[in-house]
């Protein structure tokens, strides 16, 4: 219980410096729950990626952080929620090198290359919401749709 | 409920508050979902709302219990003081004042009151004044403990700005002959790799630099953003007539890089600062003869 207390956490992200915070949340909850070396580095760079896209194309919002368990394996899901205008084509986005800014494009399709599990859902003009997961020793099962 | 009150030993003020709370849990922390403090900071699900508010209620019961009401240092409120300076810390950067956050916090205070006075209904006047006064007490000093989370996170901002003001302060240092270095430490965010970018073309011209070398064994987080500043640097700096080198990418950040799906190809990279130098060094001509190991074994 009292590592869970260090782990969970909801972090706004209003500003570079929320970004930090993030990061170093990241990096700290993944530590406490056992992640490796490369396992952690992998994780606070999605972050910083999603965290970067809340801010810059969702206009601000926050990430939640939770320790979760699955088939005897420990793993830690973020999710990054914003009210923003929302992504109208999820592929488009997806695809390296796409941008609608002036950034590489190489976020969000690389944030789904670093985590196990990665999930958007967007809704036009409502908001978008990314919750990746990544489990301390892989994936627990091959992964399978629940 | 009258039997509360059990024969031979008369409970305090506080500790009627605190079993008060402790009953009407629920109701409260109902009524507070609804109020601007909970319902603005707890935006997703109302059920949230509700959790945050069951732990406030609990902790206060406890600090009523304990007979404490007007010490914020009370026991009771360790358990959601950091609940409580997120909550506040939200509302400020939501653009919230100090002020306007503590009349939020004030909000919550009749709610519990209202509650309180119709349970007491029947019993003396003084009992109701003595118990309805100990839980104003007591909401006070709730109000007292997020205002003083705002102003110790207040603090932490200072110290955070202070640092980030240090980070900025980017040394540019001449290793050699036509060779700078520039050492960065921390995060690199586009504010500040603007600077590194200015201060590193500035010294390539005033020292009459053919190698620049950016070594980033600092950095924690290589990330798209960070990966652009340094391309773009490295490529001001070849605009400039100097080669531009990144040194100390840890073996943990090669294997992120990869999977971003960034191609650092057009950079050269070295191991580390001391390799990034040699071969500069090689290529301006200079030769680096290791030392004879039979002679240096008998040294
Ligand atoms: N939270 C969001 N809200 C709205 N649009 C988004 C959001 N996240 C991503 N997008 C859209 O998806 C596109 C691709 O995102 P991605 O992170 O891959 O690239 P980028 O942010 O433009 O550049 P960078 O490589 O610097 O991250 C963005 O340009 C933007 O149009
Ligand atoms: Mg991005």
Redesign the interface.
Known sequence: MQTAGGVSACLPIHSDLDLVWVRQHVRQAAAQLGFGLVAQTKLVTAASELARNTLVHGGGGQMECAPVSRGGGQGLRLSFSDEGPGIPDLDQALRDGYTSGEGLGMGLGGARRLVHEFHVDSRQGRGTTVTVTSWVSGPPRPREEQ | MPEQVAAGHQETPAQEVGDFLRRRREQIAQRWADAALFRTVFT?SREEAVEAGRAVVEALAAVAAAERVEEQEADGFSVVREQLA?MA??RS?AGSTNSQISVEVDALRMPVVDLLIAELEGRPAEDVRDCTTALTVLMGTLRLVVLETLLSAGQELIN??HL?LLEVATPVIKLWEGIVAVPLIG?L???RSQVVMETLLDSIVEQHARFAILDITGV??????V??HLMKTVAAARLMGAECIVSGIR???A??IV????DLGTVKTQASLADALGYALRKQGAHIVPQDPHHAGSR
């Open positions: 997703v997120r810390a939200s950067r955070r700005q980030q995060t965010d586009s504010a924690p987080t290589v990330d798209s953003l990966a652009q073996p943990a950040i294997q992120t999977h971003l799906g960034i």
